[in-house]
């Protein structure tokens, strides 16, 4: 069964930062198209950070600048450095990985990510 294992969320002071990680078992890491998604209270689920085609990276509007999406193919893990937090990143963020060979996705279970004095 393959797993997808998120990390490093918790409280923050607004201008802080935190990293997440995302680490993935039972599967070729190298794969996998990993992505950032989070969902905030009473809101859909959205995409935060990915990579493109080209070997770059895309970033929601309300991000950028102040997230960096990276990942370590040797060490099976997809990370999320987020600098300068706003109240408004406030959300449960999950890993999201799509099988290029099979094309089944997988969700991590969340973490919780609060920013708040």
């Known amino acids: 069964q393959v797993q997808l294992v998120e990390s490093g969320g918790g409280l923050a002071q607004p201008g802080g930062s935190l990293r997440l990680s995302c680490a993935a078992s039972?599967?070729?890491?190298?794969?996998?198209?990993m992505d950032w998604y989070r969902q905030a209270p009473g809101k859909q689920r959205e995409l935060v950070a990915t990579?493109?085609?080209?070997?770059?990276?895309n970033y929601a509007d309300s991000v950028k600048g102040r997230f960096t999406i990276s990942r370590d193919n040797a060490k099976n893990t997809l990370y999320l450095q987020m600098n300068s937090l706003k109240p408004e990143d406030t959300a449960v963020y999950y890993c999201?990985?799509?099988?290029?060979?099979?094309?089944?996705?997988?969700w991590g279970q969340g973490t919780q990510v609060t920013v708040s004095s």
């Open positions: 999201h990985g799509l099988s290029l060979i099979t094309t089944r996705v997988y």
């Open positions: 039972r599967i070729i890491f190298s794969s996998l198209r």
């Open positions: 990579f493109t085609n080209g070997g770059g990276t």
